[in-house]
Nanobody, 117 residues
Framework: QVQLVESGGGLVQPGGSLRLSCAAS????????MGWYRQAPGKQRELVAA???????NYASSVKGRFTISRDNAKNTLYLQMNSLTPEDTSVYHC???????????WGKGTLVTVPS
């Protein structure tokens, strides 16, 4: 079983940067696709970025060129580097892990990112 704990959220001015971290209690080296989702109050959850165990990445069109997802399997940690932040990025960001081949899903409780207008 894997527990996920996010950190790094906070308040940042428009144009600023934040780096989110997601620490996993177990190994994520070989069996997990990892991702970041965000869900603002009153809005649907959306996939922000994902990374496979092999390092392939996908990004939402709204964050391409600004956000970078990465993983450090030795430290069992997932990262999201967020640059050029705008008020539209304000949300709770959740870490997600998908384990194959048994298809187990794990979610963190989230960390709040606030970018004021």
């Amino acid at each position: 079983q894997v527990q996920l704990v996010e950190s790094g959220g906070g308040l940042v001015q428009p144009g600023g940067s934040l780096r989110l971290s997601c620490a996993a209690s177990g190994s994520i080296a070989s069996l997990y696709t990892m991702g970041w989702y965000r869900q603002a109050p009153g809005k649907q959850r959306e996939l922000v970025a994902a990374i496979t165990s092999g390092g392939s990445t996908n990004y939402a069109s709204s964050v391409k060129g600004r956000f970078t997802i990465s993983r450090d399997n030795a430290k069992n940690t997932l990262y999201l580097q967020m640059n050029s932040l705008t008020p539209e990025d304000t949300s709770v960001y959740h870490c997600h892990a998908l384990r194959r081949p048994d298809v187990m899903n794990y979610w963190g409780k989230g960390t709040l990112v606030t970018v004021p207008s």
